[in-house]
Nanobody, 115 residues
């Protein structure tokens, strides 16, 4: 079964940090483009960060540049999103997506930034 499973979400105070993980199973994600998206209540899903699994080329949406870091571990079929200096506006459900021979979405993990 081809799937992505996210973990690491939770409740954190403004200024805090969280690290999300996304692990692929049922396929080898080498050669895929892996991404983190997020969707806040009442808003459209937006691309947050992306990484190519071969070259490791990364990109970020402007609102997270300098605060978030996407990384990968090909041996573990896993990508990560390190989120620092979190803001209330980062509150959303965070989804992992893989695009390659398949397009696969994870089920999402909730991140809430609140005092």
């Amino acid at each position: 079964q081809v799937q992505l499973v996210e973990s690491g979400g939770g409740l954190v105070q403004p200024g805090g940090s969280l690290k999300l993980s996304c692990t692929a199973s049922g396929f080898t994600f080498s050669g895929y483009t892996m991404s983190w998206y997020r969707q806040a209540p009442g808003k459209e899903r937006e691309l947050v960060a992306q990484i190519t699994t071969v070259q490791g080329i990364t990109m970020y949406t402007d609102s997270v540049k300098g605060r978030f870091t996407i990384s990968k571990d090909n041996a573990k079929n896993t990508i990560y999103l390190q989120m620092n200096r979190l803001k209330p506006e980062d509150t959303a459900v965070y989804y992992c997506r893989g695009v390659g021979p398949y397009m696969v979405w994870g089920q999402g993990t909730q991140v809430t930034v609140s005092s």
